[in-house]
């Protein structure tokens, strides 16, 4: 076998794998293939000293395995929901809380903090931002990760956050291309499909993806979406469509960076033609970068099957050429052998978690939680003895983008900073009817109520639950942890909050909005009575 076609291929994967530790079949595919890059999830991360041991000792490998160039390592770093980074961090908003804030520089500002905190973790890349217009209520996979409904907004925002976190010395990634916001299917799950025609695409979809390729984009990340205004090929998803990488992304939006696929693992892709095949079909679409984040057979699998064709000139290798020319060139741009400590121990840098981000970030949830409605409820004034009762939306469901292990019960927490007398009671929706009147009279001995919400669906008994506190007239303030759209299931009630993720420091900014004791101003980036 050719060795120098076998790296060649190999440059073109990212992939993943489980541990805090470089595991001994990484090591070796990192000597037998030269893998590109890798991919980060929380299954990874740790403390910011073990993060930054494992990206150490990548790159170790990488530098004896002959890398010319450092590895990439990337990790999807949107903040709010979709966030990897864990303990000993800053927690920074997420796109729809800075939305919310009316000011793209924040955009900028946070890009460029974020940055810092990835890089100085040995984290080169993130997968972000987000410039996906979510116009559609019922998108269950975009939501929140947007920066709002307007495509000049996101076109706006989506352009500070890129070069923020540039000028931090990160690689970025504009997703999901061309447009995930109006669709109502998780492509995780299955193939959605966005049928507007070419010239609606171009004003909404494509325009935020132009602002920030015309403004100096790294990479651009492909949607697994069909959009048979573009794909006349039925079912035929962005992601392997030539006419939408090579001729749209390519040719008409004159984009020469690197194009990367989404994972190939997802159902929207290995339900359809698979992961292996969807490799090659995605190189002859025009895309650079294969992700394949788990399964360590298909990432072999997939090396192998593209080198077959090759040596079988049943796929031309001119596509490999051009794709490595296009990613040494972001390389030689971002990534040099002496930017990486490959030497002893080196302790976390002091940017991690430092006073100026946390304040940054305090500052920019001020600006972005969103009183929607008050009619005279807040701000609360409670005596010392007075009892608070927060309700937890114990089963709120998770994006499968989300890290479960970051919807923490957060919202007692953070209302107990401000008042001691606190309680909690988790509601799910398999509550019985027994069990929502039992609430409701428990809630009776309270003096003030804390409704938390994660995305209400139709049928939700949070709904009904709801209903039975405003009819009891009792003081309660809702706080929509989430989606945005929730009081359109629950307009009755007279206080509702927007934090648009569950995150500490957002909650913790609601709570003292409610208790007067923080000045909030988010406006909502987004119609939330159509």
Same mark, same amino acid.
């Given at each position: 076998?050719?060795?120098?076609?076998?790296k060649?291929?190999?440059?073109?994967?990212?992939? =993943?794998?489980?541990?805090?530790? *470089?595991? %001994?079949?990484? +090591?070796? &595919? @990192?000597?037998?293939?030269?893998? !590109? $890059?890798?991919i980060?999830?929380?299954?990874?991360?740790?403390?910011?000293e073990?993060?930054?041991?494992?990206?150490?000792?990548?790159?170790?490998?990488?530098?004896?395995?002959?890398?010319?160039?450092?590895?990439?390592?990337?990790?999807?770093?949107?903040?709010?929901?979709?966030?990897?980074?864990?303990?000993?961090?800053?927690?920074?908003?997420?796109?729809?809380?800075?939305?919310?804030?009316?000011?793209?520089?924040?955009?900028?500002?946070i890009?460029?903090?974020?940055?810092?905190?990835?890089?100085a973790?040995?984290?080169?890349?993130?997968?972000?931002?987000?410039?996906?217009?979510?116009?559609?209520?019922?998108?269950?996979?975009?939501?929140?990760?947007?920066? =709002?409904?307007?495509?000049?907004? *996101?076109? %706006?925002?989506? +352009?500070? &956050? @890129?070069?923020?976190?540039?000028? !931090? $010395?990160?690689?970025t990634?504009?997703?999901?291309?061309?447009?995930?916001?109006?669709?109502?299917?998780?492509?995780?799950?299955?193939?959605?499909?966005?049928?507007?025609?070419k010239e609606?695409?171009?004003?909404?979809?494509?325009?935020?993806?132009?602002?920030?390729?015309?403004?100096?984009?790294?990479?651009?990340?492909s949607?697994?979406?069909?959009?048979?205004?573009?794909?006349?090929?039925?079912?035929?998803?962005?992601?392997?469509?030539?006419?939408?990488?090579?001729?749209?992304?390519?040719?008409?939006?004159?984009?020469?960076?690197?194009?990367?696929?989404?994972?190939?693992?997802?159902?929207?892709?290995?339900?359809?033609?698979?992961?292996?095949?969807?490799?090659?079909?995605?190189?002859?679409?025009?895309? %650079?970068?294969?992700?394949?984040?788990?399964?360590?057979?298909?990432?072999?699998?997939?090396?192998?099957?593209?080198?077959?064709?090759?040596?079988?000139?049943?796929?031309?290798?001119?596509?490999?050429?051009?794709?490595?020319?296009?990613?040494d060139?972001?390389k030689?741009?971002?990534?040099h052998?002496?930017?990486?400590?490959l030497?002893?121990?080196?302790?976390?840098?002091?940017?991690?978690?430092?006073?100026?981000?946390?304040?940054?970030?305090?500052?920019?949830?001020?600006?972005?939680?969103?009183?929607?409605?008050?009619?005279?409820?807040?701000?609360?004034?409670?005596?010392?003895?007075?009892?608070?009762?927060?309700?937890w939306?114990?089963?709120?469901?998770?994006?499968g983008?989300?890290?479960?292990?970051?919807?923490?019960?957060?919202?007692?927490?953070?209302?107990?900073?401000?008042?001691?007398?606190?309680?909690?009671?988790?509601?799910?929706?398999?509550?019985?009817?027994?069990?929502?009147?039992?609430?409701?009279?428990?809630?009776?001995?309270?003096?003030?109520?804390?409704?938390?919400?994660?995305t209400?669906?139709?049928?939700?008994?949070?709904?009904?639950?709801?209903?039975?506190?405003?009819?009891?007239?009792?003081?309660?303030?809702?706080?929509?942890?989430?989606?945005?759209?929730?009081?359109?299931?629950?307009?009755?009630?007279?206080?509702?909050?927007?934090?648009?993720?569950?995150?500490?420091?957002?909650?913790?900014?609601?709570?003292?909005?409610?208790?007067?004791?923080?000045?909030?101003?988010?406006?909502?980036?987004?119609?939330?009575?159509?």
């Amino acid at each position: 076998m050719n060795k120098s076609l076998v790296k060649e291929v190999g440059k073109l994967l990212v992939i =993943g794998f489980p541990g805090k530790e *470089v595991p %001994d079949y990484i +090591r070796r &595919m @990192m000597h037998q293939y030269h893998i !590109g $890059g890798m991919i980060l999830f929380s299954r990874n991360i740790g403390t910011p000293e073990e993060v930054l041991r494992l990206t150490t000792d990548l790159q170790k490998e990488a530098k004896k395995a002959g890398y010319t160039h450092p590895l990439l390592i990337c990790v999807d770093q949107e903040n709010g929901v979709v966030r990897r980074l864990g303990e000993g961090t800053t927690i920074f908003p997420g796109a729809m809380a800075l939305g919310a804030t009316n000011n793209p520089k924040n955009a900028y500002h946070i890009g460029l903090a974020t940055a810092k905190e990835l890089k100085a973790l040995g984290i080169n890349w993130n997968l972000a931002p987000v410039l996906d217009v979510n116009n559609n209520p019922d998108n269950p996979v975009i939501g929140v990760r947007s920066f =709002g409904e307007s495509a000049e907004m *996101v076109a %706006d925002f989506g +352009r500070q &956050m @890129m070069q923020g976190m540039q000028d !931090g $010395g990160v690689i970025t990634t504009l997703k999901h291309f061309p447009g995930h916001g109006d669709t109502n299917v998780d492509s995780h799950l299955d193939l959605p499909v966005i049928s507007h025609h070419k010239e609606r695409l171009k004003k909404v979809e494509l325009l935020p993806f132009q602002t920030s390729i015309d403004a100096g984009a790294d990479t651009v990340m492909s949607a697994h979406v069909y959009f048979p205004a573009i794909e006349s090929k039925q079912g035929v998803p962005a992601t392997l469509s030539k006419k939408v990488i090579t001729e749209l992304l390519r040719t008409e939006l004159a984009f020469d960076g690197v194009v990367t696929t989404d994972c190939l693992e997802m159902r929207a892709i290995a339900n359809g033609v698979g992961t292996e095949q969807s490799a090659v079909e995605a190189i002859k679409a025009g895309v %650079d970068l294969l992700i394949i984040s788990h399964t360590a057979n298909k990432q072999q699998d997939t090396i192998q099957k593209i080198i077959q064709l090759i040596e079988a000139n049943e796929l031309d290798r001119s596509f490999i050429t051009q794709s490595i020319r296009r990613i040494d060139s972001l390389k030689e741009k971002y990534l040099h052998w002496d930017d990486i400590q490959l030497v002893g121990e080196e302790a976390v840098p002091k940017v991690i978690n430092c006073k100026q981000h946390e304040e940054i970030a305090y500052q920019m949830y001020k600006e972005s939680i969103t009183v929607v409605k008050n009619e005279n409820v807040i701000p609360v004034s409670l005596k010392e003895k007075d009892r608070v009762l927060v309700l937890w939306p114990n089963d709120g469901g998770t994006m499968g983008v989300e890290d479960k292990r970051h919807t923490t019960h957060a919202l007692d927490e953070a209302v107990k900073s401000y008042h001691k007398e606190v309680d909690k009671i988790d509601v799910t929706d398999d509550m019985t009817a027994l069990d929502i009147e039992e609430i409701v009279a428990k809630a009776h001995h309270y003096d003030f109520i804390f409704v938390g919400t994660l995305t209400i669906t139709i049928g939700s008994k949070q709904v009904t639950l709801v209903e039975k506190l405003a009819k009891a007239q009792l003081s309660f303030v809702v706080i929509a942890m989430r989606s945005p759209y929730d009081l359109r299931y629950i307009p009755q009630v007279k206080a509702y909050i927007n934090t648009y993720e569950f995150t500490y420091p957002a909650l913790q900014v609601a709570a003292g909005a409610v208790f007067g004791k923080e000045k909030v101003s988010g406006t909502s980036p987004v119609t939330i009575f159509p």
